[in-house]
């Protein structure tokens, strides 16, 4: 606790006590030096010598009285105790790669989730990397296991060498690997066993300073300070701090939810709860600072699966509390509720979990809206990449409206409507493209190479012309011929077609990457 201490003279005695509630108590001390008041005989006593000292706690003030007395006022500034300020070089994050991506499948068919593109130009591990840049944070490890490849290839490209510069701070891809006994043959179980399964990095030399960690999620979009969410679990003195947001019932159950005190302090948590348990779950949202009519649209307190830890804490719990849980949202974070300090952080910001094609589409596309909830160009808070050394997209005779192109494009008298077009892409004349994401392609064909193949009756990378596409992803390098047609006019809501070339997830139609949609194909 912080206190301060006032030396006494003999005979010095205290008045009675006064409380101030307009702000810190204790913070100043105040007294009239006309009367003179004794608190108690024990006080008294034990104020006849100099060398005594009393005590002031936090939440009292005294008014300091002496046998002198004159009909002056006398002020005693206490002195400010400030509790300790987050330093970016003691905190170390960890950003998870995901599990198998079952969720955005057929996009992770090749690729880790953290390496889907998004935004015309991005990747999914762009935004956690950048938000730890952006926040001075620069000691950071990337957990990787499922087809990991061009993950690590596009952090070798974005983050190391000719790509961002950490100074004495680092990226560091830790794979999943096996070790000798009988558990190091298991690959990661989970979120906590893959953290736990690296534990020892933590002990290493330039760690050891680290006082707290950061676990992040590699499949999120948002913009976030870390240093201001570190600072708020150190200002609680806590030992586990969940940042979270207020979501609706339609998709309560996807996500942990929480109930906290007024305090802020987390007293349950329930990982993806449904029927009865979900409704237990429902709280007063207003209590946080929604409207009311919000508070009826969003009662729920969902887990954004973004944690500080203290260092210590998270060993403890991993290593010897336990050593057999292995995933943070349904065994480590409902226990640590029951036994530690776990504090609520009300994220206020844009943020969306974007693990589902769903999801993923839906976030992709409210990008090209006039006014975005969530823009990836901020002067002081950008967002990273491979940088590419495109040439601009060119352009001829086109119509877009709210539409993201990006570099390196080539379009020809084609329409694009409320869509994404990524990098590389190529749209012949009479494509009409709506509410479409196209992720682009890894690398160009000449105008020769794409005369040669449509001489042979093969179709080149892009949409060739006269195809009209609707409601649909167009994953990576995909081949699609021209006077295609894809609307999904039937309204299927799932279908499985890969020997065809495309699958539709929620009503979405998803070709896939090097696909080919022949010529006059209708979907």
């Not at 950071?140 to 701070?169: E, W």
């Not at 190091?184 to 002990?203: K, L, S």
């Not at 974007?354 to 839906?362: E, L, P």
């Not at 609307?487 to 070339?501: F, I």
Request: net charge neutral; with cysteine; proline share 4%.
């Amino acid at each position: 606790m912080d206190s301060c201490c006032l030396s006494l003279k003999t005979g010095t005695n205290l008045s009675t006590l006064t409380r101030r509630d307009d702000g810190f108590w204790g913070e100043r001390i105040r007294g009239s030096l006309k009367n003179s008041f004794c608190l108690n005989n024990g006080l008294k006593n034990c104020l006849r010598a100099e060398k005594n000292v009393r005590k002031i706690k936090p939440g009292v003030a005294f008014s300091v009285l002496t046998t002198d007395n004159t009909k002056e006022t006398l002020t005693i500034e206490a002195p400010l105790f400030e509790r300790r300020r987050a330093n970016p070089r003691n905190v170390a994050a960890i950003i998870l790669g995901g599990g198998a991506g079952t969720q955005l499948f057929p996009l992770t068919s090749r690729t880790a989730t953290p390496a889907v593109p998004v935004g015309g130009c991005y990747r999914l591990i762009d935004i956690p990397l950048s938000n730890c840049i952006n926040s001075g944070i620069n000691k950071i490890y990337v957990l990787t296991q499922f087809n990991s490849a061009s993950l690590n290839r596009h952090i070798a490209r974005t983050y190391f060498g000719n790509g961002v510069n950490f100074g004495d701070g680092f990226v560091e891809v830790l794979a999943a690997t096996q070790t000798p006994g009988e558990a190091g043959m298991n690959w990661f179980q989970g979120t906590a066993d893959a953290v736990r399964q690296f534990t020892w990095v933590f002990e290493d030399a330039r760690n050891k300073d680290i006082d707290d960690i950061v676990i992040l999620s590699g499949d999120h979009l948002y913009r976030m300070e870390y240093m201001d969410f570190v600072q708020n679990h150190i200002n609680r003195d806590a030992d586990i701090t969940v940042s979270c947001v207020p979501v609706g019932n339609s998709r309560a159950s996807d996500f942990g939810l929480m109930k906290i005190d007024s305090r802020g302090q987390v007293i349950q948590f329930a990982e993806k709860p449904t029927g009865a348990a979900l409704k237990a779950m429902r709280v007063d949202t207003s209590l946080l600072g929604l409207s009311p009519q919000e508070a009826v649209e969003s009662p729920y307190i969902a887990s954004m699966g973004v944690y500080v830890f203290r260092t210590d804490i998270l060993l403890k719990l991993l290593r010897w509390r336990y050593p057999t849980s292995n995933d943070f949202g349904s065994e480590i974070i409902p226990c640590a509720v029951m036994e530690h300090n776990v504090q609520a952080y009300i994220f206020r910001d844009y943020w969306e979990d974007i693990g589902t094609i769903k999801s993923f589409y839906d976030a992709n596309l409210a990008l090209t809206e006039e006014l975005p909830k969530f823009e990836f160009y901020d002067p002081k808070t950008p967002f990273f990449t491979s940088p590419r050394f495109l040439p601009p997209t060119k352009m001829d005779r086109c119509r877009i409206k709210d539409a993201i192109i990006s570099h390196g494009c080539f379009l020809r008298e084609c329409s694009i409507q409320h869509s994404i077009v990524g990098e590389r892409s190529r749209l012949d004349h009479g494509v009409e493209l709506k509410d479409t994401l196209m992720l682009g392609a890894d690398y160009y064909q000449t105008e020769s190479e794409i005369a040669s193949l449509l001489a042979e009756g093969k179709v080149p990378i892009g949409v060739g012309c006269n195809s009209k596409i609707r409601n649909c992803i167009i994953d990576k390098n995909a081949k699609i011929g021209k006077d295609v047609i894809i609307v999904n006019k039937d309204g299927v809501k799932e279908a499985d077609r890969p020997e065809e070339g495309f699958y539709i997830r929620s009503g979405i139609t998803i070709v896939l990457e090097k696909a080919t949609i022949k010529d006059g194909a209708v979907i």
